[in-house]
């Protein structure tokens, strides 16, 4: 990945940080000041203090303890597909998983590290001949994220293919094995965006035997259908509220006359309503003010409270 850095961060004692994780530093990759815009699919964000990249999870549990001994705000992101950084940045330590994507098939079983992006899974069950991951293919997240998010699409999502995953529990310095009721899924929320603060270290799913032909013919619609429906041709953060009972959001959101409406460089897109786009230079001020817009007017309109997907880091 290549990453803008950026000189203006806040000096965070990455030396002391760093020097807890002696042991495995040579199973991370890490850089200071990076720019949240180059690392999020909104293309929007200031500078980070310090991010990390673990290549094992010895090496990502380290960073966890290290940043909870210097007292340091510290998260884990994988993809940061669904992530709005702010414009003065993340004054912490960012651990992003992209680095940790093992996966193995046990007959039907299909396991994967945090960071394997799902698209690859969708790939590698398929090129296995195994029919359920389906669905990822054009969600551009991670496996822990695509866990915690609870994320699906076309009638399908993690909750109905999961078996189990592997966390590690901040709190206790455990590492557990939750179980599928353990995830306590809902739309868009699992246990991983509860407390005690968990951290997914690696998932596992149930396929079904299937015709590699078909399974791939279905992928390709899905992701044909994605084109034509989704703006995929400007940064974005994938739809930025979730679905309200009953109701498309985007057609809410069109039928309230929004599409289209901007906020300096962010906009509605007229593609999909429900998505919001950085047409070229768009703060994450921007956005927040484009939602504040759009959640004001369907409340006005519709007496309906917009619940927000999209995560403000
Ligand atoms: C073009 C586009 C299309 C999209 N389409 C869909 C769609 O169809 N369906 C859908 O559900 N979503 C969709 N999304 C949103 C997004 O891709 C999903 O929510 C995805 O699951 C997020 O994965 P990520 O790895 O990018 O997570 P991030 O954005 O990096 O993080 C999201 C949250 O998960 C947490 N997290 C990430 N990894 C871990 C981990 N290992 N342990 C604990 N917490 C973790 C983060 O702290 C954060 O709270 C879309 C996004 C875009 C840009």
Redesign the pocket.
């Known amino acids: 990945m290549s990453c803008t850095i950026y000189a203006g961060y806040r000096n965070l004692n990455t030396k002391a940080l760093l020097s807890l994780t002696t042991s495995v530093a040579a199973d991370f990759d890490y850089a200071e000041g990076v720019l949240g815009k180059s690392l999020?699919?909104?293309k929007i964000g200031g500078p980070v203090a310090l991010v990390a990249w673990p290549k094992s999870r010895v090496a990502l549990i380290s960073l966890l303890r290290a940043a909870l001994v210097c007292g340091e705000r510290c998260?884990?992101?994988?993809?940061?597909?669904?992530?709005l950084i702010d414009d003065s940045g993340y004054d912490g330590l960012l651990i992003v998983?992209s680095k940790m994507r093992g996966c193995s098939i046990n007959g039907t079983i299909f396991t994967a590290e945090?960071?394997l992006p799902?698209e690859y899974a969708a790939i590698a069950a398929r090129d296995a001949a195994l029919s359920g991951l389906e669905f990822f293919y054009?969600?551009?997240?991670?496996?822990?994220?695509?866990?915690?998010?609870?994320?699906?699409?076309y009638s399908s999502?993690v909750s109905c293919v999961l078996i189990s995953s592997e966390?590690y529990n901040c709190e206790t310095g455990e590492i557990e094995k939750l179980s599928l009721p353990e995830h306590n899924f809902g739309y868009?929320m699992s246990v991983?965006?509860m407390a005690p603060r968990?951290?997914?270290?690696s998932a596992s799913f149930s396929l079904s035997r299937g015709d590699r032909d078909t399974i791939s013919a279905y992928m390709n619609e899905l992701k044909k259908q994605?084109w034509e429906k989704?703006p995929?041709e400007y940064p974005?953060?994938?739809?930025v509220f979730k679905r309200y009972p009953g109701y498309f959001t985007a057609k809410l959101i069109e039928e309230a006359g929004l599409k289209g409406v901007r906020v300096g460089g962010a906009q509605v897109s007229e593609k999909h309503a429900g998505?919001i786009i950085n047409t070229g230079d768009a703060t994450a001020a921007d956005v927040r003010a484009l939602i504040a817009i759009i959640t004001e007017k369907i409340r006005a309109d519709r007496g309906i409270e917009l619940e927000r997907?999209l995560?403000y880091?």
Do not use: H, K
């Not at 054009?138 to 699409?153: F, L, Q």
């Not at 968990?198 to 270290?201: A, F, I, K, P, T």
């Open positions: 999020t699919s909104f998260d884990v992101v994988g993809a940061c597909t669904n992530l998983t945090c960071g799902v054009g969600i551009p997240g991670t496996i822990g994220g695509a866990v915690t998010m609870n994320a699906g699409a999502e966390a868009r991983y965006r968990r951290v997914v270290l994605r989704q995929l974005s953060a994938g739809s998505f997907e995560i880091l």
